[in-house]
């Protein structure tokens, strides 16, 4: 096969071949496989079971995740097309977004970290006890403010502060 056919072959050019790329890409999902094992532990359980009951735990699971992944894909569908109009807004995209998963992360390794801490060494003060006994659901529900307020905050800035007019004279002068 020569490049351009080997292209071909890695793009999507129809609409009928997104479901069959998003089925591939979302059997690779841990949580997904986590969800199959689960149906083919409940059918060995129940034993009586038919098939198509214990397929119902991975179908609803399938339609929670199309549920909230369709609003989730439009939304960054909105703001990757806001971002890349402009080389200015691109930067501040990245950077909202860069430091934004940085936080996260740090946020979710350190309670994690504090937790086998505690575990491990025995510690018995208030505050790491606190940190290891926090539930990661309500840690989840934290994380989807924070991202809520960030983006309140930056669309605010971004608007108030004028940062794409500013940049945009100062990238024309320079240029």
Same mark, same amino acid.
């Given at each position: 096969?020569?490049?351009?056919?080997?292209?071909?072959?890695?793009?999507?050019?129809?609409?009928?071949?997104?479901?069959?790329?998003?089925?591939?890409?979302? #059997?690779?999902?841990?949580?997904?496989?986590?969800? !199959?094992? *689960?149906?083919?532990?409940?059918?060995?359980?129940?034993?009586?079971?038919?098939?198509?009951?214990?397929?119902?735990?991975?179908? !609803?699971?399938?339609?929670?995740? +199309?549920?909230? $992944?369709?609003?989730? /894909?439009?939304?960054? @569908?909105?703001?990757?097309?806001?971002?890349?109009?402009?080389?200015?807004?691109?930067?501040?995209? @990245?950077?909202?977004?860069? /430091? *934004?998963?940085?936080?996260?992360?740090?946020?979710?390794?350190? #309670?994690? *970290?504090?937790?086998?801490?505690? %575990?491990?060494?025995?510690? +018995? $003060?208030?505050?790491?006890?606190?940190?290891?006994?926090? @539930? *990661? %659901? @309500?840690?989840?529900?934290?994380?989807?403010?924070?991202?809520?307020?960030?983006?309140?905050?930056?669309?605010?800035?971004? =608007?108030?502060?004028?940062?794409?007019? =500013?940049?945009?004279? =100062?990238?024309? $002068?320079?240029?």
């Amino acid at each position: 096969m020569t490049q351009r056919q080997d292209l071909h072959v890695l793009a999507v050019v129809a609409h009928r071949q997104q479901a069959q790329h998003g089925f591939l890409f979302g #059997i690779g999902f841990d949580t997904t496989t986590e969800v !199959l094992l *689960l149906a083919l532990a409940g059918n060995g359980a129940a034993a009586g079971l038919p098939w198509y009951a214990v397929l119902c735990l991975p179908l !609803l699971f399938a339609a929670g995740m +199309s549920l909230f $992944d369709t609003p989730d /894909g439009t939304f960054m @569908n909105f703001a990757y097309q806001w971002a890349f109009s402009n080389p200015v807004r691109k930067v501040f995209y @990245n950077l909202t977004i860069t /430091g *934004l998963s940085i936080a996260v992360a740090f946020f979710v390794g350190t #309670i994690e *970290l504090v937790g086998v801490l505690h %575990d491990k060494l025995g510690l +018995s $003060d208030d505050v790491t006890g606190w940190i290891a006994g926090l @539930n *990661l %659901d @309500n840690v989840g529900y934290v994380i989807v403010g924070l991202f809520v307020v960030v983006w309140a905050v930056a669309i605010a800035y971004w =608007r108030l502060a004028k940062v794409e007019e =500013r940049w945009s004279t =100062r990238t024309a $002068d320079t240029g």
